[in-house]
């Protein structure tokens, strides 16, 4: 049962808000699925100071995070990055944008001057310096895997940079949007579709069921609204974040201005140092913006404002005559904006517009419900005569948006967070309606309670390699290799392993020595009433077939060389040729006449010569025949007087010798005769080389005499004709050195033959009995008569393995029971005369037994493995019963057929494995 429910845990998805559950801060989401985890933002609660403010870390352990990806670079959702990377145990992965990360930078450091001066420190400057260089960039499309985690980057169209990520675990995808817009701005485009739908989303409910008014009818509202203001004489204030919707109201307010000639001579102040530095993360990221602001940026750029001035702190602010003041944190909890608040609001000249989200507990959030009285940060409590006006630039995703995209994408999941919980609950209540037909659950949970989901994906192996160049048909059974890794999973041959993988194929030699005191043939009768592929084979008809195939490949060789030889041959004559039509064009007439008359001279002096040469030679070769055949007739007088010394004292022995000694010296005789056969033949190749080099040695000496004669010829040529000579001269020399390179190559492929040879006879000497059983082509089996032990010889796999200890037991019985009959008999006719007897009857049944035990451990250790529990039925023990819990079923080990199963899913996956069984049972057979 513990095993049952470990593998339901490795099906189930956790979905746990470490911050944001119910609640708009300090967004953190975890993600745990197949022993992996995952976060998305690690932000802070801007309504809460210090440790109160983090994320609730304590509910995932930070060593078993995998990866961190950070959406953008807004407090609530990479405020607490730093104390998570240098003050924790996690030792992840981070990932966010190159923007991002860019301004990240400058957000943090403002955070830790702003929260050194009010005594809330969460981390140093050093640990966010730390904590950027751990940070890895992506870019938007780019996907990747990290640790068997498919990731996948898009725009989410917030703020610069922002992303969505897209994970996928074992084929199951979840979809973190963070804060997304689908509607283009001013300088953004709106966030992607994804291609491939999530099967979770998780996506913030911000707004739940508001719907953003069109984007020129707000414009109009906030120009209105600021231009009522300053025309008055009043001064206007405009809290926003340092960075994402200020620069877009600043390319409103300047583009305003630009067409009011009227308002140019009031001035506009944008009061943030942070702003000033991330102005140039925006220039240099123009190409993450939209196509308006691209064209722009062709002519211009946008972002250099012609009426818009920086302001450092409120105190440079000295101007009495009305201004516009862009001025943060937008949502007024302290800083320059809460500065400027305090000081304008008794004033009924003056105006703030609140144009984002305000979070509850924060003074932005108190003035939309346009208070009398506000309480400054002093404590003191100020009148409230100054205008109110709200105006939503925010680029959160609405009640209208967040539904076209859950349409869209049709998750089986959706996940609210980064809501309050009204504005959550009346979201999810209005999505479930309005899914309900396509099956959607939609959950809110709060923070640190998990959304548990069940996936139970069928997982699919691709078939590589060779074992894919065939068509495959259904239900075809195929052998190879399973490879997983990072959740994928793939077949492939063995001699593909090392193209697929970093893996190495080695072979595993098993030699194993079993004690055995009969012959093989007996060995053989038993192991074939147990075995269907056998063969009883002999070493000589290897030995023999190894000569053969090195006969083959010294043939062709010499083929080729020979062909070689040929071929330079005739290119040689055809350039003699050449060079000889040529030196006869050039030679005079009267140079003709003399080289007649000398060759007239010279062609009786050769004649003569030859003559005396032809009788030499055949002088030398009378001699060799005459010494070839003293030596032939004395070695088979030798060899006659040996085989007559042999016979008289095998005659005498063969008296008190019994019968297997007679057998086995009559093989040593059949070995002693192969010896002399080889030695005979080494003589006989000795004799034709040394005819060979006598007749290369004439050969020599003729080509000498005509290359004198040549040289006393040309004596009176010119001396183009002396080069020429000396050409043809080299180029008969290298033919030599080339025949007697080939000579020497051809000898030493002789010795080796001769040694190899050797071996084989040397071998043959140690192990007498020339014969070898090989099972199934798996394993070989050969009998060392000398210390009466047989060698088992295979390569290493399960089915092997179990074939060799069948055979090895088989062996010990035949062994242990034999030697008590004093059973002695060679012939396979005697051995089934005597197999009829009731002893030997009772040995065979004692082999049957040994053999339904030995398919009981095989299929117990199958099943056992995979099912659990199993049992064999007292009555049958043919019967073997599988019990999984709730689920049972019975296996006659006989037929291997399931006879009772009370599930028909167990009951395939029974069956499945006992086809399995079937392949490792494959050599033990049950005839007789």
Not at 148 to 154: D, E, P
Request: hydrophobic letters at 30%; one cysteine or more.
């Amino acid at each position: 049962m513990q095993r049952k429910r470990e593998g339901e845990e490795d099906h189930v998805m956790k979905i746990i808000p470490l911050g944001a559950g119910c609640e708009v801060g300090r967004s953190c989401i975890a993600v745990k699925y197949r022993g992996k985890t995952v976060l998305f933002d690690c932000g802070i609660h801007p309504a809460y100071s210090g440790i109160s403010g983090l994320p609730f870390f304590d509910e995932v352990d930070p060593k078993e995070v995998d990866v961190l990806f950070v959406s953008h670079f807004h407090l609530d959702h990479c405020g607490a990055l730093p104390y998570y990377l240098t003050q924790t145990t996690f030792n992840g992965k981070v990932y966010m944008t190159h923007p991002t990360k860019a301004i990240y930078k400058f957000v943090l450091e403002d955070y830790v001057r702003v929260a050194n001066s009010d005594g809330r420190v969460l981390f140093s400057p050093e640990d966010l310096q730390k904590s950027l260089e751990k940070i890895e960039q992506i870019d938007y499309d780019q996907d990747f895997s990290h640790n068997g985690i498919k990731i996948y980057c898009m725009n989410a169209g917030h703020v610069l940079g922002a992303a969505m990520f897209m994970i996928e675990i074992e084929g199951i995808r979840v979809l973190y949007t963070g804060d997304f817009s689908r509607q283009e701005d001013g300088h953004l485009s709106g966030a992607a579709t994804p291609k491939i739908p999530p099967d979770v989303l998780i996506v913030e409910s911000t707004y739940g069921l508001q719907v953003h008014e069109p984007r020129l009818d707000r414009e109009q509202r906030f120009t209105s609204f600021v231009h009522k203001v300053v025309a008055r004489g009043g001064n206007c204030l405009i809290p926003v974040f340092a960075l994402g919707r200020a620069q877009e109201l600043l390319l409103i307010l300047e583009s305003y201005w630009e067409s009011h000639p009227e308002l140019q001579k009031i001035p506009i102040y944008y009061a943030s140092s942070l702003a000033q530095k991330c102005m140039k993360v925006y220039q240099t990221y123009i190409n993450m913006m939209n196509d308006q602001i691209r064209r722009k940026f062709a002519v211009s750029n946008p972002f250099d404002f012609k009426h818009i001035h920086n302001l450092r702190s409120a105190d440079e602010l000295k101007t009495k005559g009305p201004i516009v003041v862009l001025a943060s944190p937008g949502m007024l909890q302290n800083g320059t904006s809460r500065e400027l608040l305090e000081k304008w609001c008794p004033s009924e000249k003056n105006g703030v517009i609140i144009t984002g989200y305000c979070v509850d507990g924060t003074l932005a959030r108190e003035l939309k419900t346009e208070p009398d009285e506000i309480t400054s940060l002093k404590g003191e409590i100020l009148p409230r005569r100054l205008s109110i006006s709200y105006v939503s630039f925010s680029a959160h995703s609405d009640y209208a948006q967040t539904s076209q995209f859950i349409q869209e994408t049709l998750p089986s999941h959706v996940c609210l967070v980064h809501g309050d919980s009204s504005e959550m609950l009346q979201l999810k209540s209005s999505l479930t309606k309005l899914f309900e037909k396509s099956h959607i659950r939609v959950h809110n949970p709060p923070n640190c309670a998990s959304v548990k989901l069940e996936f139970r994906n069928q997982k699919m192996a691709k078939i590589m390699g060779s074992l894919a160049e065939s068509q495959i048909h259904s239900g075809q059974r195929i052998r190879g290799l399973l490879i997983s890794k990072d959740f994928s999973h793939m077949v492939v041959s063995a001699e593909d392993l090392s193209i697929f993988t970093q893996l190495r194929r080695n072979k595993i030699l098993h030699n194993k020595k079993v004690h055995f005191s009969y012959s093989m043939k007996l060995l053989f009768v038993f192991l074939s009433s147990f075995f269907q592929d056998i063969q009883f084979k002999s070493i000589q008809k290897e030995r023999n077939e190894m000569k053969e195939e090195n006969q083959n490949q010294n043939q062709n060789q010499n083929q080729n060389q020979n062909e070689n030889q040929n071929e330079n041959e005739n290119q040689n004559e055809n350039q003699n040729q050449n060079q000889n039509e040529n030196q006869n064009q050039n030679q005079n007439e009267n140079q003709n006449e003399n080289q007649n008359e000398n060759q007239n001279e010279n062609q009786n002096e050769n004649e003569n010569q030859n003559q005396n040469q032809n009788e030499n030679e055949n002088e030398n070769e009378n001699e060799n025949e005459n010494e070839n055949e003293n030596e032939n007739e004395n070695e088979n007088e030798n060899q006659n007087q040996n085989q007559n010394q042999n016979q008289n004292q095998n005659e005498n022995e063969n008296e008190y010798k019994s019968n297997d000694e007679i057998e086995s010296e009559n093989e040593m005789k059949e070995e002693n005769e192969m010896k002399e056969e080889i030695e005979n033949e080494n003589q006989n190749e000795n004799q034709n080389e040394n005819q060979n080099q006598n007749q290369n040695q004439n050969q020599n000496q003729n080509q000498n005499q005509n290359e004198n004669q040549n040289q006393n010829q040309n004596e009176n040529q010119n001396e183009n004709q002396n080069q020429n000579e000396n050409q043809n001269q080299n180029q008969n020399q290298n033919e030599n050195e080339n025949q007697n390179q080939n000579q020497i190559q051809n000898q030493n492929e002789m010795k080796e033959e001769i040694e190899n040879q050797n071996k084989i006879i040397k071998y043959s000497q140690i192990i007498e009995d020339e014969n070898q059983i090989i099972i199934m082509n798996r394993i070989k089996l050969q009998l060392n008569e000398i210390g009466k032990y047989i060698t088992l010889q295979w390569e290493a796999s399960p089915i092997n393995d179990v074939l060799a200890d069948t055979i090895i037991s088989i062996v010990l019985q035949i062994e242990a029971n034999l030697s008590s009959f004093r059973f002695t008999a060679t012939s396979p006719e005697i051995l089934q005369n005597y197999l009829l007897n009731t002893k030997e009857k009772q040995f065979l049944e004692k082999f049957e037994k040994f053999q339904q035990k030995k398919r009981k451990i095989v299929l117990e250790r199958i099943i056992s493995n995979q099912f659990g529990k199993t049992s064999f039925d007292k009555e049958n023990p043919l019967i073997m019963k599988v019990d999984c819990g709730d689920l049972q079923a019975s296996i006659n080990i006989e037929n291997l057929e399931v006879i009772d199963c009370n599930s028909q899913q167990l009951k395939k996956r029974i069956e499945r494995s006992l086809s399995f069984a079937k392949i490792n049972l494959e050599g033990i057979s049950t005839r007789f």
